[in-house]
């Protein structure tokens, strides 16, 4: 508390503007507390300048030169496609620049949010100095994020690599571009920029691409990738690096992989040095997040976090889903403590075709000894998916045995994305297949996927003794 004044400064203080952080901001103002948001570089945080937008952006153009040099699927030529690399790039920052204002200062100032530019440094559980200017607080939510995790390979400081936070600057598109990592940042990547023309050669140590997805999961994209000529060193080690060439290791046997860029894309590292965690004593985990409880608290009593520096998932909405949490058991925990459900927390893997997922994977469920239906449907039957020619991919269910439960949804195929969130529905209000089957789907769509995938479990679990009666009473009836 500050000296010689019984009151505060503030209710909250935010530091980092990111998605955590902005919600948790947002949220604060929206019910009159009153808030400082402290964010040391650019408002929107990773998501909006270096990540989902961006990339998205990216993989927008990539898609379209896909589609270009496909079009003859559909009896439609297109020659000579060509990729104005630079132009792409533009367009990119141009879209940044179009959603900015959307996370600016000017509008969380206009929300009654105190934005403040500059590096925090956190001085006690209720002090905060930013410069020359300390504000003292009731709570404090740490949403500084997370940056790219850098694996310490031999040669690698000696060469200019790229990450998910530099590509964004480049100019020209290389020729030869080497990317470590085979998980969602790298594939999505690897396949965006093999799309726009450059030579993509993916390395990972797992021996299959989205190592935590199942395996009939990351077939799909792993056979895509094939097919679209990205070369794959799976199961292979990288043992050093020197002026465009990698030495990779494979079941003993060393292989030079030569390149003009290196992407570096092994997941990310939470920021939790440098602005006071330490100091106070703010407990970490294994992986370096900071540690916090059911109500996103940290070991420090009035210091709370969410987002990728908190963990346990790093997704802009899961940031936002925490934020709620932080924000609203900072400012209303005397009266009342929310728990964070994690329950239907889904994500997607923006590659082509796109991976959507909520709940528990079949990994899971054997991990965890659960007993499990799975019920599958292939979208190669779907008459959508056969007329826009993108018939590849499935709905995957896994049902609790016996019982109309959903545990888990996985959708490979185009559009994943947009149809997951009718199982996320379903799980967050305790439904099951039962009502996505007697939920009428427009036809010809998509999301009619879930519901076949809904009526192969119907067809699956049907009553055989109450059908064989009615059988009987449908003979008794001709006569």
């Given amino acids: 508390m500050p000296k010689n004044s019984n009151k505060y400064d503030a209710n909250l203080v935010v530091i980092g503007a990111g998605s955590g952080g902005l919600v948790s901001a947002y949220i604060a103002a929206a019910v009159k507390a009153k808030v400082f948001l402290i964010e040391k570089a650019h408002m929107g945080g990773d998501c909006l300048n270096t990540g989902c937008v961006p990339s998205k952006a990216l993989i927008r153009a990539a898609k379209a030169c896909h589609q270009a040099k496909h079009a003859n699927r559909y009896g439609v030529h ?43 440094k956190i001085l006690s559980p209720n002090k905060v100095v930013v410069g020359d200017r300390e504000l003292t607080t009731r709570h404090i939510i740490v949403a500084t994020g997370a940056g790219p995790a850098v694996p310490p390979i031999p040669g690698l400081d000696t060469i200019d690599y790229l990450t998910s936070d530099n590509l964004w600057q480049l100019k020209e598109l290389p020729k030869r571009l080497l990317v470590v990592g085979g998980g969602p940042i790298g594939c999505e990547l690897a396949q965006a920029f093999s799309r726009l023309g450059a030579n993509v050669t993916v390395v990972d140590m797992a021996d299959k691409l989205l190592p935590r997805a199942d395996n009939d999961v990351s077939s799909y994209v792993q056979n895509a990738f094939v097919e679209e000529n990205i070369q794959l060193k799976l199961g292979a080690g990288l043992k050093r690096f020197s002026e465009g060439q990698a030495i990779v290791e494979k079941d003993g046997q060393e292989e030079t992989i030569e390149f003009d860029k290196v992407l570096i894309a092994v997941g990310r590292k939470p920021n939790t040095q440098g602005f006071g965690l330490q100091e106070l004593g703010v407990e970490l985990n294994p992986n370096g997040t900071v540690k916090v409880d059911e109500y996103m608290r940290t070991s420090v009593e009035g210091i709370l976090a969410c987002g990728d520096v908190a963990g346990p998932y790093q997704f802009t909405h899961t940031a936002s889903h925490q934020a709620w949490y932080a924000s609203v058991n900072a400012l209303f925990g005397g009266f009342k403590k929310f728990k964070t459900d994690y329950s239907t927390i889904p994500w997607v893997i923006f590659t082509d075709p796109e991976v959507a997922h909520v709940g528990a994977a079949e990994n899971d469920l054997i991990s965890a000894g659960v007993d499990y239906d799975v019920v599958k449907y292939d979208l190669d039957e779907l008459d959508r998916a056969i007329a826009d020619g993108e018939n590849k991919g499935m709905v995957k269910v896994l049902m609790q045995k016996g019982k109309d439960r959903i545990l888990g949804a996985t959708i490979v195929g185009s559009h994943s994305g947009e149809i997951i969130t009718e199982f996320v529905a379903a799980m967050k209000n305790k439904k099951g297949l039962n009502s996505i089957l007697g939920t009428i789907h427009s036809y010809p769509t998509w999301s009619e996927a879930n519901k076949y995938a809904a009526g192969n479990w119907k067809r699956a679990n049907a009553p055989q003794t109450l059908l064989n009666w009615v059988e009987k009473y449908h003979a008794f009836r001709r006569r």
């Fill in 78 to 120: 297109v020659d000579n496609v060509q990729v104005d690399f630079a132009a792409v790039m533009a367009r990119v920052h141009e879209v940044i620049k179009e959603i900015e204002p959307h996370d600016s200062v000017e509008r969380y100032t206009s929300l009654g949010v105190n934005c403040i530019q500059g590096e925090a």
